[in-house]
């Protein structure tokens, strides 16, 4: 993410497609203390990529089966059917606690929460289409790779040639071929870092980039917009293993909670 997406992200929305759709079926869903919609919706430029979309209150994406949904600041979700809400759950992040964050860094209390990719996969073709380029093209290429529905299976990709992709196609193919045969969730947050890292296509700042996508901490690794928005990235190191986390919540907060 650069430039580009953190003046969209600053301005409070609208970002990618926000659907319209009637609500058929509502749950709500319980956060965590001190959860804010608006801090996850904001927390970085995926929710400009298709399926999500923000309207600068309600973030929508597509579950499977198409089913449309709509969650508003209260973690009502409405659904134009039926579905099941785990992946959701997922990708707003719910279920994760930050209280060893607070500890290091107290200036982060009440913060961390970030939207997540609702799959390994999603999370991954994302941080992918974010190489080298402009925010817009990425956008661009998500929109062309999803269309109308939910975000689509590896299976699906590898029967997929969107133009847009340029030479990322051949590593887009590469990824669906490949995301199947580890367990992401298994591995620790350096191991994954080392498993993303061995994908074709996905250089450092691409990889670090990828952990946050898939519900981790973020590395310390920072392009040349993200080094110049704070005095010293080398400061951060003090956070240990929370340090590249630390610094991205230091730096969106300027958007999150102006």
Not at 132 to 149: H, P
């Amino acid at each position: 993410m650069g430039a580009q997406a953190a003046a969209l992200l600053a301005g409070g929305g609208p970002l990618g497609v926000p659907r319209a759709f009637t609500a058929a079926e509502r749950e709500v869903l319980r956060p965590p203390a001190g959860y804010r919609l608006r801090d996850v919706a904001l927390s970085h430029g995926g929710v400009g990529l298709a399926p999500w979309g923000w309207d600068g209150t309600a973030l929508t994406t597509v579950l499977a089966d198409s089913v449309q949904a709509r969650v508003t600041p209260d973690l009502t979700v409405e659904l134009s059917a039926p579905a099941d809400l785990e992946p959701l759950r997922r990708a707003l992040d719910l279920d994760r606690s930050f209280e060893e964050l607070w500890a290091v860094a107290p200036q982060c209390t009440g913060e961390g929460w970030e939207l997540r990719a609702a799959t390994p996969f999603e999370g991954l073709v994302q941080a992918l289409a974010a190489t080298n380029t402009a925010y817009r093209s990425t956008q661009a290429m998500l929109a062309e790779l999803v269309g109308d529905g939910p975000f689509p299976t590896p299976e699906e990709v590898r029967e997929r040639s969107p133009r847009r992709w340029g030479y990322r196609l051949p590593h887009l193919h590469a990824l669906a071929e490949r995301v199947d045969d580890t367990d992401w969730e298994a591995l620790d947050d350096a191991a994954l870092l080392v498993a993303v890292r061995a994908l074709p296509g996905f250089g450092p700042y691409a990889s670090a980039a990828a952990l946050p996508l898939l519900g981790r901490r973020r590395a310390l690794v920072a392009d040349g917009w993200l080094a110049a928005q704070v005095d010293d990235v080398t400061e951060y190191r003090r956070y240990g293993p929370w340090a590249g986390t630390v610094l991205w919540l230091d730096v969106s907060r300027r958007w999150r909670r102006p």
